[in-house]
Every structure is written in C-alpha cells, then in structure tokens.
C-alpha cells in the first residue's frame, strides 16, 4: 500500500521543492494539505487534486497519515510538530531546526519521548557535494584557515516585501538564522562545533520596516584553536552567490556554489568536481527519509538531528555575542 503523506504549508518551498517529488515518488500518495490561506489552499487543491483543510486538526480527523512534511513560518512549527510526535507520524521538517538551541532541543526531545521520526531538511547534505568536499579537506593535511560567504542582494528587506521573514518575532532572525543556516551545517559537517564565536551583526542598514539581522560577521576557532573561520553572510550587498574555502599546508578547497576544487599551494588546479541540482539533492533526501522511516539506514549513518542542534547552539551564540559584544566559548 502506498504510503500516505500529509502537506502542511503550501508555500513557495513546499510548493517548488517538496510536493514534486513528492507526486513522483511511486509509492507515495499526498492524501492532505493543512493550508490555512485560502490563495495557496486553492492552489494546492487544483495542483495536487487532493483534500485540503484550514487546520491540522480537521485533516487529522479525516486520515492520519504515515509521513507528515511541514513547512511553515518559523514560529509557527512547534504547535504543529507537538501534534505530530504525538501522533507518532513521521515528519520531514524544514530549516531551520528551530527558532533557537532551547525550543531545537525540547523539538529532538519530543520526538524522541514519542519514538518518532524526525528530519530536518538540510537538502545539501544530499548532494555528493558534502562528501566530497569532506574527502577534499582531509587531503589537505593540517587545516588552519577558512573563509564562508553567503550573499544575497535584496534591495528590500521591508515587510511588503519579505513578508514574515523581516520579522524577528516570527522568523527568529534573518541572515544568520535563515540564510547562514545552511553554510553553518557545511561547517558544522567539516568541522563540528566551533571552540568560541564572536560576531557582529547589522540591523535595519536599509530603509524600511524589518527587525531582523540584515548581515552577519562572525570569527570562529576549531579543534582548540588550530583552525580560524570567518563567515560572512548579508541578505543586502552583495551579488548572490556561496563561498566556501579551507586552506591547509598542502593548498586549500574552494565550494563554491555546487562546485568543489582542489588546489595546491601554488595555485594548480588538481581536481574539480559539481553537482547536481537542488531538484536531486531534494529527492535524494525524501528517499533518505523514507528509508529512515523504514529502519532501512543504520541510526550511526548521518545523525542530522543532532548537527542541527550543534547548529542552534552556534546560532544563539552569534547572537548572543553580537548583543552582549562578547566572544561565546565553548571550551
Ligand atoms: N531548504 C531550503 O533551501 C529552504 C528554502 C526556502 C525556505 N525554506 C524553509 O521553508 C519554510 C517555509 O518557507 P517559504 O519560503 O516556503 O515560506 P512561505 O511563506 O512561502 O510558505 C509558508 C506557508 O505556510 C503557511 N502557514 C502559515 N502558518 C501555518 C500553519 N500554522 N499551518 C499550516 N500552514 C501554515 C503559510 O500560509 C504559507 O503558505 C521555512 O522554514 C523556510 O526557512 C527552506
């Protein structure tokens, strides 16, 4: 019998990203949406030509499904996610894991009182990118530097524009917690957790009406002080694009994007791989999901839950440095 999912928030990710794979996974069936604006419930109705409900109560009155994927504004996730571990239905959550280390860590806890699946979607995990680039890093010998830029060049960040995302109240936070979090897992995958952090945000440099981080810069130690990181990260001034280099005694690996090279001191190009687009890194991870689901991947494999909650932890210390103009240590 195929296995039954349930859609909760049609928005634009969910929309693009998840529901397409979704209708083309053979043994899946979408048998709910829970949308609660009456514009994008029309049209998920219309494009997946299912029942769809205003609330997640009435859909769950009319099926439980095995497998819930929820995508929703940040601060709108817990109340749903305490229905669904309660439920014990399976959930693919989107990023980030929370809206900081304290409600990330009652989410793990949750699921795990309930003995019930959860992911976050962190899709670049499931591109061969990360592995390689990983592979990459460890030909390099002793690593001692490394430089992370994520851009974007909004011309606005106003709420008629950004809509719930320039609120921090319902956001959590802006450059740092909603576009850094994915450069954040790439480190927290290299390297693990950081030894301290200190960062310096900026907020409202633009016109208009928004509360959260426009741009962040942050300088982080690794492995007792050995490696130095800085990351910078701007919704506003920069050309889009993604940076990632780590420099060792033998030469340094750029990602740059979904590309990763090699080269070595002098600059030669020795390898140079790219990846797959986000549609098969997307599918990639609701197949690694079903298979979790089914006790078909060893728990040891890749335990995601508990680098998104190293990720939170990083998180509210750039926060928390950049408010108290502190360095947060670790160690
Ligand atoms: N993995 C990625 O690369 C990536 C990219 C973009 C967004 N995201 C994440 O996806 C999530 C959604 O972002 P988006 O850009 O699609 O936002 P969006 O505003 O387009 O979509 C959110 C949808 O949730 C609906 N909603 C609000 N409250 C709800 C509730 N209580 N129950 C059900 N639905 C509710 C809204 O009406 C809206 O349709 C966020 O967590 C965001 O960080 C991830």
């Given amino acids: 019998m195929a296995r039954q999912v349930m859609i909760i928030g049609a928005g634009k990710q969910m929309m693009k990203d ?4 979704v209708l083309n996974t053979p043994d899946c069936e979408i048998v709910s949406v829970v949308e609660p604006d009456p514009k994008s419930l029309q049209h998920a109705a219309e494009t997946i030509g299912c029942p769809v409900f205003a609330s997640l109560e009435d859909a769950l009155s009319y099926i439980k499904p095995d497998i819930a994927i929820v995508s929703v504004p940040h601060n709108q996730y817990w109340p749903i996610l305490e229905i669904l571990a309660t439920n014990h239905i399976a959930t693919l959550k989107e990023k980030p894991l ?5 409600e990330g860590s009652q989410i793990v806890d949750l699921f795990a009182r309930n003995n ?10 499931f591109s061969d990118l990360y592995k ?8 390099l010998g002793e690593v001692y530097s490394i430089y992370a830029e994520y851009n974007l060049d909004l011309l606005s960040l106003d709420k008629k ?3 719930w995302r320039s609120d921090k109240s319902i956001a959590g936070g802006g450059a740092t917690l909603d576009l850094g979090y994915h450069t954040i ?8 957790m950081p030894d301290k952090v200190y960062a310096q945000l900026n907020y409202n440099s633009l016109p208009g009406d928004y509360t959260i981080d426009d741009s962040m810069k942050a300088m982080c130690t690794y492995r007792r002080g050995k490696i130095n990181a800085n990351l910078v990260v701007t919704l506003i001034y920069r050309s889009r694009g993604e940076v990632v280099k780590v420099f060792g005694r ?22 140079t791989h790219s990846f797959s687009s986000k549609e098969h890194e997307v599918k990639n991870q609701f197949n690694y999901f079903l298979k979790k689901v089914d006790k078909r991947v060893s728990l040891g494999e890749q335990d995601i839950l508990q680098d998104q909650l190293k990720n939170m932890r990083i998180i ?11 360095i947060v240590r670790f160690i």
Avoid at 18 to 21: A, L
Avoid at 185 to 192: A, C, K, M, R
């Fill in 132 to 139: 390689i680039s990983k592979e990459l890093v460890e030909r």
């Fill in 316 to 326: 509210d210390a750039i926060y928390k440095s950049d408010s108290n103009n502190e």
């Fill in 98 to 102: 929370s809206m900081n280390e304290e």
């Fill in 116 to 125: 019930t699946y959860l992911q976050i979607c962190v899709q670049r995990r």
């Fill in 185 to 192: 897992d790439l480190l927290t995958y290299l390297l693990g």
């Fill in 250 to 271: 033998e030469g340094y690996v750029s990602v740059e994007n979904r590309g990763v090279s090699l080269h070595d001191r002098h600059h030669n190009l020795i390898e």
């Fill in 161 to 163: 524009a950004l809509r």
């Fill in 18 to 21: 998840h529901v397409p794979v």
